[in-house]
């Protein structure tokens, strides 16, 4: 009982702390990637009420609020940061800082770091000091992580690193990556190591890939003869090494972070918001003296029960994966799920707006976002695991069927 | 509120579990009653011990002798009678008439919940007046008649009308077919005068009524809350009836799945156990998803009910409509991946696919509530 009146109050608190701190423009949906404020050693704010919103909360403990607050975090309980979350949703908040820190090595380190190493990198990711990014797919190895090449070869304090990735999220704009090595070529799974190191480091260049939207959210990284020490020195705890883990075991990270990254890109396709379609399209007819055409409203009104029916199916999902209960390649599912609905729904954004969203450049479509954004979301069911892959995973580790 | 079950309702759903697959499965209840042509439909026998678990009273209030309990702890029962496709009343009395009766008189709890608790008393609820639900629109008249009321019209996928001993009757008492008003709930009792029912069994084997009402006498106190104030305690009742629904329909998905799920474990063509076959390990991992949202969307159905949430009425209709295409969905699949022997009378998931449309229909399929999600999002 005293629990519920505890987060009852912290409900209150919290409300009243959002609208006393949360500037106005801050509590509308992000349009485009300059309303994201990413952090890192590069980073400039879009406005003043970025910056204010930022500040707050990094004082707060709220750019990363369930993290301990010895990490810079808010040290929140699982059910309070449900509430701020669900309190922050509520008036349309934009986080404050978003980054592949927060989203991904972060939930590595405090599973799998020493101390300092936590204490240094975490402290780094929620002051927003660095940006980074994830160096995982190769050329040659997609949906076949694991048969990854790029070498480093042991030189005793450090290696030296060669090779290549691809489809690194924004890496001529980060500052440090988290990189898939080999580092014992006879072992398949049990010779890869969890790199930590500097993009500035020497031999380390980036190149944008064009995409079929015409925007390069991706970058190509080349690595050539890059030395990365094997340790970053110590503090009084101890070590900072230069991999999280151990060296040889990085597999076993990547695995635990892969859960994180299709949690993450299944939040996608959900939310109360995607009835929106629907009731804006109604407005507009209702301008033009139009109707909505009653085919295209029967699917968007079975994407809405898709969607909000799937709201419910994220909601149950964090609720269990808190206390144990959900299986533990249930990501794989909501991920498979979660893309699936979101290309659907930019399927019928694209529908609904007609031949205005077909515009590329137009002034009025912000630049072709429609367009932009319908073809951006086509990688969703691609990156962070195929559909089918995630399918392969269901079935095998699931529903146990055989020989797969 | 965590959505998934708190320790009392995981202790609850692991009682209704063993019950109803010892008591309510398909070879003791479903395949027995229907071999045996039985003109109710199912069994009297399980429906007392139903009562003895405390089952079949279980939303009524503990001042009316019942447990208290919510649409959560309905939807465990209800889910267990879907997974073993057990013929019960269970949905029409313990939820929609019991939900219904919540807002009657001292007087009319007194006459019905007492029976209800105890195993004894059968309901039904008649709303439906054409092939398609459509509760918007209701044309059974109830015109004052000294001092009751005299109820013409008739109803029709009235379940367990026949066998019912009393069965809610939503009808007009004023204004035109398509008013949101002027809806009055009654409470009919089995003996009333000049009511006629035209059984029809069902696809499911369970059976439905037309129901003729051809000037039935009822006196004022079958008025169910007010006179002409009936739509409130519709929809409410409806709600519930829905969320019920869209339980027994997770039940019935989940039966489906796994019995397909095990078959595919255990039939080898090819030199292959079949679920070898990616082909098919995609389409089971497809439909385990969907089974899983729709147990979700239930769920969350069922606490915002519980919580008499403003958000209720979106969400039990997204929920039946989504379990409606997911069930539908395990049941084709199932049928589909059991091959030959799927089609055969002898296998049990054929049960499946028949109760699963019976469901579909019942108080609104996937159509009727992705319409009215529409509704309620503004287009």
Known sequence: MSDKSDLEKFRHETRAWLEANCPAEMREPVRDEEDVYWGGRNATFKNDAQRQWFEVCLEKGYTVPAWPKDYGGAGLSAPQAKILREEMSRIDARPPLSSFGIWMLGPALLHFGTEPQKKRFLGEIARGEIRWCQGYSEPGSGSDLVSLQTFGEDKGDHWIVNGQKVWTSYADQCDWIFCLVRTDKTNKYQGITFMLFDMASEGVSTKPIKLISGNSPFCETFMEDVKVPKSYGADSSGDIPAYVGEINRGWDVAKYLLGHEREMISGAGGGDRTSAIGAAMKRHAAKTGDEIDPILRAELAMFDVDALAYGAMGEKFLDEIKVGKAHPAQPNMMKYVGTELNKRRHELMMAAGGSRSLEWESEDTGGGKPARGWLRTKANSIEGGTSEVMLNVVAKRILELPGS | ?379
Not at chain 2, 32 to 38: F, I, P
Not at chain 2, 191 to 217: C, I, P, W, Y
Not at chain 2, 232 to 239: F, G, P, V, W, Y
Not at chain 2, 265 to 273: N, T, W
């Open chain 2, 1 to 379: 509120m965590a959505l998934y079950h708190d320790d009392d309702q995981a202790m609850l759903a692991d009682t209704a579990t063993q019950f109803m697959a010892e008591q309510g499965s398909i070879g003791k209840q479903l395949r027995h009653w229907r071999d045996k042509d039985c003109p109710d439909g199912f069994g009297h026998d399980l429906w007392k011990q139903m009562a003895e678990m405390g089952f079949t009273g279980m939303i009524v209030d503990e001042a009316d002798g019942g447990l208290g309990m919510g649409n959560v702890e309905a939807g465990i029962v209800l889910e267990e009678i879907g997974r073993n496709l057990t013929p019960s009343p269970f949905l029409t009395s313990s939820v929609l008439a019991a939900s219904a009766l919540k807002h009657g008189s001292n007087d009319l709890k007194g006459r019905y919940l007492p029976g209800l608790v105890s195993g004894d008393s059968v309901f039904a609820v008649a709303i439906d007046e054409t092939a398609k639900h459509r509760p918007d629109r209701i044309t059974t008249r109830a015109e004052k008649s000294g001092n009751g009321f005299k109820l013409s019209g008739s109803k029709s996928f009235v379940i367990h009308g026949a066998s019912a001993d009393m069965i809610v009757v939503a009808a007009r008492t004023s204004g035109a077919d398509d008013d949101e008003e002027g809806i009055t709930l009654f409470a009919v009792p089995k003996d009333a005068s000049n009511m006629s029912h035209d059984a029809v069994r069902l696809v499911d084997s369970s059976v439905a009524t037309h129901t003729k009402f051809d000037g039935v006498e009822l006196d004022g106190d079958a008025v169910i809350g007010e006179v002409d104030g009936g739509r409130e305690i519709l929809d409410a009742m409806l709600r519930a009836g829905r969320v019920g629904a869209a339980a027994e329909g997770v039940g019935v998905a989940r039966g489906a799945m796994d019995m397909t799920v095990d078959y595919l474990k255990q039939r080898k063509q090819f030199g292959k156990l079949i679920g070898e076959f990616q082909a098919l390990q995609h389409r089971a991992s497809h439909l385990y998803s969907e089974v899983e949202i729709a147990k979700a969307v239930t769920i969350k159905a069922q606490q915002l009910l519980d919580g008499n949430s403003d958000r209720a009425e979106l969400m039990s209709s997204v929920a039946k409509a989504k379990v409606s295409k997911a069930a539908g969905l395990a049941v084709k699949e199932g049928v589909q991946m059991h091959g030959g022997i799927g089609m055969t009378d002898e296998y049990d998931i054929g049960f499946y696919m028949k109760r699963d449309r019976a469901l579909q229909e019942f108080l609104g399929d996937a159509y009727f509530h992705a319409g009215r999600v529409a509704q309620m999002s503004g287009y």
